[in-house]
């Protein structure tokens, strides 16, 4: 029988890999052209979005202390400034290709660490105040991950409607 903190580290991966599974599905789905779509009039674009998921997950690898970075230039245009700031924007093919290796990176590096390994604090924390606050921990960020993931899957899956106005209560 596996301790607790087993059980919970498999529960927390469980869910980060299912919301992994409905967004490769989602982003297999929408076409190119569905990507450049606002979610919403006057709201941000698939592609941003997309960009921006890509950007987060790689930031996982640093914060988590696992290794490097692979697409920092990402954050300027998906993290530091908000849709349409940036002209030049990578390809939606390009990003997707990046979704696609953070994530695996991210399985590689998950697949290695043990239950223990997940209750450490992350980089941004200091051994002080992760002595006060050990709750701000590895786990605490994939968990908060796993949320920011599923929120920005519900703002894409409107494109698949390709709704041009907004729904209305009758």
């Given amino acids: 029988m596996a301790n607790s903190n087993e059980l ?9 890999n299912f919301r992994l599974q409905q967004a490769d599905k989602l982003f297999t789905m929408l076409s190119d052209e569905q990507l450049q779509g606002e979610v919403s009039p006057g709201r941000n674009r698939g592609i941003y979005l997309l960009g921006h998921l890509v950007a987060v997950h790689d930031r996982m690898i640093a914060l ?3 290794g490097e970075r ?7 245009a ?4 908000p849709d349409k700031a940036v002209a030049a924007l990578p390809t939606v093919a390009e990003l997707r290709t990046n979704w696609t290796k953070v994530n695996s990176t991210l399985a590689g590096y998950f697949s290695s660490m043990t239950a223990d390994d997940w209750f450490k604090k992350h980089t941004s ?3 002080e105040d ?6 701000r921990n590895r786990i605490n960020v994939l968990i908060s991950r796993s949320n920011h993931l599923s ?5 894409m ?3 698949k409607n390709d709704i041009k106005k907004p729904l209305r209560c009758a």
């Fill in 8 to 16: 919970f580290v498999k529960m927390v991966l469980n869910e980060w």
């Fill in 64 to 66: 988590l202390g696992l």
């Fill in 70 to 76: 692979q697409y920092a230039k990402l954050d300027d």
């Fill in 78 to 81: 998906f993290i530091e400034n």
């Fill in 125 to 127: 924390v200091s051994e």
């Fill in 130 to 135: 992760f002595a006060k606050e050990p709750h």
């Fill in 151 to 155: 929120y920005h899957l519900g703002q």
């Fill in 157 to 159: 899956a409107l494109l």
